[in-house]
């Protein structure tokens, strides 16, 4: 009969080649992957609450100091370990220029960090019921030191350690199931894994993921090996099947009671009792699951990733700050933590989005490292109580040597392969300049490339705007060129962007064909007033001075004021008060009174400089100005075209910029007909499609359906 590891490794296996065939259709494996995962969490929280109480009120006061010092020590040595892989991994990033879609992350406000609510349980039941695991742990401890000083517990701890017992094997039990959980989970990750999204952030997927198996395989059962008698191999061969659990269910919690089962039976073959009261693995496990453990050190490394990816240049000064603000920050959650990390250093906010798209296939690795981590510390830990830790100066050398080696071997291979792989690759100003319709127009369209003669007189305005399209057949829309991502030309040549979408929706629904006119920017009025176009849709700001020349539609997008500068230049513009306090600052603005008033109202100290083109400043014809305001969104979709130049929103300003249609001003009736289905394309969610489409970049490349042997190899299915 095949060992477990080898039905583990089976089901793996099996899973992989049945995602493979499927493909997008191992997605119904979903259930199996659900199912598999609460009923490893199903007994994890009281086997932890009872494993604590337990073991920490058998010991003794003098005991429970041993144990926070000696293993607190450790657990300072492990972070110092976890933290040289953080600082080593940038090594290895090739140069690279990028940049990215607009992102609402740039304008929200982050939820606060509350670690009073996370770490102090005001109702200990709560906590339980929706798994505020540190909370848990707090009050599991102060139960158990609270049970220390009762002289009759004898009863009670025998009760608890029956329990613990009960709970173990109960796990031991859904423990069986994991060749068929981890079969499930191979094939829906195989299945439907994106794998487009994933070569985005591969320099990061390769280097984390090359680092956590370097901490795991070698550097932390090594540091063991190194300081008590069980060698480096020996651990990982006992841990082997854990370990691969923990990669696949990519959650540390959830193995805690088989990672403390595999612990305590190593220990017990170096002549440590497993079932011993008070069993250190039971005890240490539980009390320190709550500090940053080595998945959430590694989790740093992002910040550095993200400050390479967005060419932003950290000072000798910011590392320090990043490893103490990590480990404080860390304490709770993750994804609470990344975002004020990244202002902490002052890396763009946006980025956090990359730290969402790495995290399905990080969280694994990550998990395993955490793992051999908890591993590491729980058997360290039970020889430094026991007194039996072994400081060797040969082996320690030693150690350290071979370490090195095997680090510096690594870096280079690493190093090499991504340079190999093509990492540093910019595609995106590609990918933004053949974007197309989010849905493929089916109106008949016209696209001139000249505006039309102007008639020698005006129009007859006793005729509505919409009776005059009705009776030729056609909506002309005017255009203003180069207006991305609102109006635009795509390297097809093909008349594209939100706005452009949007006229087709309305001709559409109007049941016209539509006929885009294209229109200079300082002859909106006039091309209104004389009937060349009936409205005009190419992201026209609403200002003062318009809206007493021209009628228009309710606002359908606010756009926020932001400045574009140099990559290098971006934490400079993202404070309004640095702004504010520096000398000599010269802006370029549209050639717009309105962005002027804007500018020198809230920064005074400014000199404004207009320009007519802001194109020009990404083309560096404007070298004697250090930034450019501009709307955040069309700055951001400019960036792509231009990557060696960032948009900074300068906090905590926060300007809204109104988009509206504007039309002529005889034809009220008309902006108010577009107020209406400006309304109804709210409600029904075509603005929100066409805003995540054109200005967050989602679906920005045509998506490809994902590979399968059914699908592209045997044609089986469509």
Request: charged share 15%; hydrophobic share 50%; glycine share 6%.
């Amino acid at each position: 009969m095949l060992s477990f590891t080898y039905q583990i490794l089976v089901g793996l296996g099996l899973g992989t080649a049945v995602g493979l065939f499927l493909g997008e259709r191992a997605g119904l494996f979903r259930y199996g992957v659900d199912g598999f995962i609460r009923l490893l969490q199903m007994t994890v929280l009281p086997y932890v609450t009872v494993s604590l109480v337990a073991g920490i009120g058998s010991l003794t006061a003098a005991k429970v100091k041993m144990l926070f010092m000696r293993v607190g020590a450790l657990t300072l040595v492990l972070w110092g370990i976890a933290l040289g892989a953080v600082f080593v991994m940038p090594l290895a990033f090739p140069h690279v220029q990028n940049a990215s879609f607009f992102s609402t992350t740039l304008v929200e406000e982050r939820p606060p960090f509350d670690f009073v609510s996370l770490y102090i349980p005001s109702n200990p039941f709560y906590s339980l019921t929706n798994n505020v695991v540190p909370a848990v742990v707090l009050f599991s401890s102060f139960l158990g030191v609270a049970l220390m000083g009762i002289e009759r517990k004898a009863g009670l701890i025998e009760v608890l350690l029956t329990m613990e017992r009960a709970l173990a094997r109960a796990n031991r039990f859904v423990v069986r199931l994991t060749p068929i959980g981890l079969f499930c989970i191979a094939a829906y990750t195989v299945g439907t894994t994106d794998l487009e999204q994933l070569a985005k952030v591969s320099v990061y997927l390769i280097s984390y993921g090359t680092m956590a198996l370097l901490l795991t395989l070698w550097v932390l059962p090594g540091f063991v090996a190194c300081i008590t008698p069980i060698p480096a191999r020996r651990i990982l061969a006992a841990t082997r099947d854990v370990l691969i659990t923990a990669f696949m269910t990519g959650d540390l919690f959830i193995i805690l009671p088989m990672l403390i089962d595999h612990s305590k039976r190593l220990l017990s073959q170096y002549g440590f009792q497993e079932n011993e009261e008070g069993s250190s693995p039971d005890v240490i496990v539980p009390a320190f699951y709550n500090l940053p453990h080595a998945a959430k050190m590694l989790t740093l490394s992002f910040v550095l990733f993200a400050a390479w990816y967005s060419e932003t240049l950290l000072r000798a000064t910011d590392y320090p700050v990043l490893a103490l603000g990590g480990v404080v920050s860390l304490m709770g959650s993750v994804n609470v933590a990344i975002p004020f990390l990244l202002d902490l250093v002052h890396v763009p906010a946006d980025t956090y989005q990359l730290f969402l798209a790495t995290a399905f296939v990080n969280s694994r690795f990550g998990t395993l490292t955490s793992a051999m981590y908890m591993i590491a510390l729980a058997v360290a830990g039970t020889f430094a109580l026991a007194g039996k830790l072994a400081f060797r100066l040969s082996r320690i050398l030693r150690y350290v040597f071979l370490t090195l080696g095997i680090v510096v071997i690594t870096m280079v291979a690493l190093t090499a392969s991504l340079r190999m792989l093509g990492a540093g690759t910019y595609d995106r100003d590609r990918m933004a300049m053949a974007m197309q319709f989010l849905h493929p127009s089916e109106v008949p369209t016209v696209v001139l490339r000249e505006l039309p003669a102007k008639p020698g007189q005006l129009p007859n305005n006793d005729v509505r705007v919409l009776d005059a399209a009705r009776a030729r057949g056609r909506l002309r829309v005017g255009f203003i060129a180069s207006q991305p991502p609102y109006s635009f030309f795509n390297n097809h040549g093909e008349l594209v962007g939100f706005d452009v979408e949007m006229a087709s929706v309305l001709a559409r629904e109007l049941g016209l064909e539509v006929e885009f006119v294209p229109v200079p920017r300082e002859r909106i009025t006039e091309v209104l007033d004389y009937g060349l176009c009936d409205l005009i849709m190419g992201g026209v700001v609403i200002t003062t001075d318009r809206a007493r020349l021209m009628v228009f539609s309710p606002s359908y997008l606010d756009e926020t004021f932001a400045f574009v500068v140099p990559d290098r230049r971006r934490v400079e513009f993202s404070s309004a008060e640095r702004i504010r306090t520096s000398v000599g600052l010269r802006v370029a603005v549209p050639d717009l009174p309105y962005y002027s008033h804007l500018l020198q109202r809230e920064f005074p100290g400014i000199t404004v400089v207009p320009i007519k083109d802001p194109e020009d400043f990404f083309k560096g014809q404007n070298t004697s100005v250090d930034a450019l305001a501009f709307p955040a969104e069309r700055g951001s979709f400019l960036t792509l075209l231009y990557p060696a130049f960032s948009v900074a929103i300068p906090h905590p300003l926060s300007i809204r910029i109104p988009l509206a249609y504007p039309v002529a001003t005889h034809d009220a009736e008309f902006a108010k007909f577009l107020g209406s289905w400006l309304d109804l394309k709210q409600k029904d969610g075509t603005i929100q499609a066409l805003y995540d489409h054109w200005i967050l970049g989602r679906d920005a490349a045509p998506q490809r359906r994902r590979w399968s042997v059914l699908t592209n190899v045997l044609h089986w299915a469509n």
